[in-house]
């Protein structure tokens, strides 16, 4: 009988060791997040990045990682910290800490930055900017005739911001980031589209039919808030730290074109369009 107690005695404290421990996990595994998905691009739009004429600069924006100290100064504040030039300019300072700091107290103005950027909303519009048009009349034809992309003329495409903001550069570069890492495609502020480039698609216009093959600049409508503070460094003893003041937060947009990709719109029709 006393068998028989140990051997249900050890099974419930298994039960109470496990248990917790298999809930805690199913727990992370539903507040873990879920990274974001990147959009679908429709079959209409092509990637022209090998046959564009006119080399555009690839966007490398990897993210800044903060130094030991600077880490411990973006823990230390009550607002979300994000902003590269401000990371930059914390992993250029250097503070010494000395035994005999004891009473010491300092605060130093670092000036008012955007911190950080959130998100609302990262749509596409694959028509942003028309580029190009190629054109083929073959009303007075007796066979389809084939066309294909050719463009025409270089076109410079920006984006930029909706509104007028402070510190617009470093607006901008957060929002670029975001919308990079939600979209998972190569944006920039600029794009070109350089003369002459081909696409060998073929489309076939009928007889007694006019041919219009639009070429179109896509990019992302970028939405979300900026929020903005004046950030101290306060030195208190041996602690280090940075305090947020007359923090405020302002709605922003962008429009950020899509680098090296053109949407294709073919349209037939019985009269000039």
């Not at 503070?95 to 609302?120: C, D, K």
């Not at 992309?149 to 495409?157: F, G, L, P, R």
């Not at 502020?189 to 006019?210: C, M, S, W």
């Not at 041919?211 to 979300?224: D, F, H, M, S, T």
Request: glycine share 6%; net charge positive.
């Amino acid at each position: 009988m006393k068998k028989y107690v140990s051997i249900l005695f050890l099974g419930l404290i298994l039960m109470l060791s496990f248990h917790p421990a298999a809930e805690a996990q199913k727990g992370n595994e539903k507040s873990a997040k879920q990274p974001p998905k990147a959009i679908n691009v429709p079959n209409s739009v092509l990637n022209v990045t090998k046959e564009n004429t006119y080399p555009n600069p690839a966007q490398d924006m990897p993210t800044l990682q903060p130094s030991e100290l600077t880490q411990q100064l973006i823990d230390s504040s009550k607002v979300k910290i994000e902003n590269p030039d401000l990371i930059r300019m914390l992993n250029e300072t250097s503070v010494s800490s000395t035994p005999f700091a004891l009473g010491y107290r300092a605060i130093v103005y670092l000036g008012q930055w955007p911190l950080n950027y959130e998100s609302a909303e990262t749509s596409p519009n694959w028509e942003y900017q028309r580029v190009n048009t190629n054109y083929f009349d073959n009303r007075g034809g007796k066979a389809p005739y084939q066309i294909h992309y050719v463009q025409e003329a270089q076109k410079v495409v920006r984006g930029g911001l909706t509104a007028k903001v402070p510190s617009a550069e470093d607006v901008k570069k957060m929002m670029l980031l975001k919308a990079m890492e939600k979209s998972g495609l190569p944006l920039a502020f600029e794009t070109i589209v350089g003369a002459g480039t081909k696409k060998d698609h073929i489309y076939n216009i009928p007889p007694k039919r006019l041919g219009y093959l639009y070429g179109y600049a896509p990019a992302i409508n970028e939405k979300g808030k900026v929020t903005y503070g004046e950030v101290y460094l306060m030195l208190k003893g041996t602690k280090k730290m940075i305090v947020i003041k007359n923090v405020t937060s302002q709605g922003i947009g962008a429009w950020i074109p899509i680098q090296d990709h053109v949407t294709f719109g073919f349209v037939v029709s019985e009269r000039p369009r």
